[in-house]
């Protein structure tokens, strides 16, 4: 069993970046697929981006419409994923969730990941 835990959301103005954290424990956290997922009010849960490790090694994916604002990171030593938000807008208001899968996949799909953190309020004020 793997859990997560995010943090970091809150509330921040267009323009601003703000960096969400999702703490990992539990399992063999070596060769992880952790994924980022959004969900604004009203709408469907969305894919924002995610990062494959193995063997120290991570590869990152985005979304198409997501490239260039949005980073994964990874800090090894204390199993936690960040990801970074740039040049926020009032549109990226979500709860942010990140997700995991102890299989080595690159997956934009829901239904791949198996452990869900409990999600973070990002909101953007214009």
């Known amino acids: 069993q793997v859990q997560l835990v995010e943090s970091g959301g809150g509330l921040v103005e267009a323009g601003d970046s703000l960096r969400v954290s999702c703490a990992a424990s539990?399992?063999?956290?070596?060769?992880?697929?952790l994924g980022w997922f959004r969900q604004a009010p009203g709408k469907e849960r969305e894919f924002v981006g995610t990062?494959?490790?193995?063997?120290?090694?991570?590869?990152?994916y985005y979304a198409d419409s997501l490239k260039g604002r949005f980073t994964i990171s990874r800090d090894n030593a204390k199993n936690t994923w960040y990801l970074e938000i740039n040049s926020l807008k009032p549109e990226d208001t979500a709860v942010y969730y990140c997700?995991?899968?102890?299989?080595?996949?690159?997956?934009?799909?829901?239904?791949?990941?198996?452990?869900w953190g409990q999600g973070t309020q990002v909101t953007v004020s214009s």
């Open positions: 990062m494959t490790w193995t063997s120290g090694v991570g590869s990152t």
């Open positions: 997700a995991a899968t102890l299989r080595y996949m690159r997956s934009t799909r829901i239904a791949d990941y198996e452990y």
């Open positions: 539990g399992g063999s956290l070596s060769s992880i697929s």
